[in-house]
């Protein structure tokens, strides 16, 4: 990496290519970069309403229509309707639920979880990727769910939830074991709503789970 080569003032880059016969297939490129503290990126997550969630929710079940030959409507099958309230990173109770704006799925997962793990992998090849679809997710394209947050609240009690067509939902209950732990992490966790990085669902309009 350039960046830990780098000293305070000037810096001369210098670089040498002995290949006689340059191929098109390679690109070489500096990219200057500055570092975006959480606040800041958490400040740049835009919200989406619950009828604008919910109309999200509703097309993706209905499937949309492609352009082109030999279109074909998406099929939705049962298994994409079952969302788990659990965060696919962190496998806890999601708090500030969130999508991407282009993403075509269902699930959804925590933002705090999200920025964290992503801010902190050096690898930058699987950096700002959607932890469901994998599809590339910068944070100015997260959006905080006011619907997915209704569900949370809504859904206290529940491990899942089945989602018809209309945009509504069923709580699927979860094993008495499991609903005892889960009450014991939420007691460790209810003193403080607000996260480490000044986020609080509440602020944002939004029911807290």
Not at 17 to 25: A, C, Q, R
Not at 181 to 203: I, K, W, Y
């Amino acid at each position: 990496m350039i960046t830990s080569r780098m000293k305070p003032g000037r810096n001369t880059l210098k670089v040498n290519f002995d290949n006689k016969s340059p191929s098109p297939g390679f690109l070489f490129a500096v990219v200057l970069t500055r570092r975006c503290e959480m606040g800041e990126m958490t400040r740049s997550v835009k919200d989406l309403s619950f009828d604008e969630g919910s109309r999200r929710v509703t097309a993706l079940l209905k499937g949309d229509k492609k352009k082109g030959d030999g279109d074909e409507l998406e099929i939705v099958s049962e298994m994409n309707r079952e969302v788990s309230l659990n965060c696919p990173l962190t496998m806890c109770k999601i708090e500030a639920a969130s999508v991407g704006r282009d993403c075509k799925h269902l699930q959804f997962f925590d933002l705090r979880a999200y920025l964290t793990v992503n801010a902190q992998n050096r690898n930058l090849n699987n950096r700002w990727k959607c932890p469901v679809c994998t599809y590339p997710l910068r944070p100015e394209d997260l959006r905080l769910d006011g619907w997915a947050q209704e569900v949370l609240h809504s859904g206290k009690g529940a491990d899942k939830v089945m989602v018809e067509k209309d945009g509504t939902w069923n709580a699927i209950e979860i094993a008495a074991n499991e609903e005892d732990l889960e009450n014991a992490m939420s007691d460790a966790d209810s003193d403080d709503s607000e996260d480490a990085f000044g986020f609080n669902p509440a602020l944002h309009g939004m029911p807290v789970a």
